[in-house]
């Protein structure tokens, strides 16, 4: 049974910093994409950035220069290093593997960031 437990989630005041991780159970992902999500209050959910397994990143014209994206193979897991926070970035996020048949979500982690 695959799982995809996030931590690192918090309160920040803007400008300040957080790093979530991800780690993922039950299969082997290596070969896929994982990524970051996240859903305000009465908002969509949105891709933030995400990486192939060779290390491709692809981020969301908000967060660029400001979040990085990382993953250990070896280690099945997904980070997000998020520097320069502001309170638009407040929302729920949640980790994410994409198969060819199936999307995994993690059930999300709450980052905060208060003015």
């Known amino acids: 049974q695959v799982q995809l437990v996030e931590s690192g989630g918090g309160l920040v005041q803007a400008g300040g910093s957080l790093r979530l991780s991800c780690a993922a159970s039950g299969s082997r992902f290596s070969n896929n994409v994982m990524g970051w999500y996240r859903q305000a209050p009465g908002k969509q959910r949105e891709l933030v950035a995400d990486?192939?397994?060779?290390?491709?990143?692809n981020y969301a014209d908000s967060v660029k220069g400001r979040f990085t994206i990382s993953r250990d193979n070896a280690k099945s897991t997904v980070s997000l290093q998020m520097n320069s926070l502001k309170p638009e970035d407040t929302a729920v996020y949640y980790c994410n593997v994409r198969t060819t048949f199936v999307n995994y979500w993690g059930r999300g982690t709450q980052v905060t960031v208060s003015s």
């Open positions: 990486i192939t397994g060779g290390g491709t990143t």
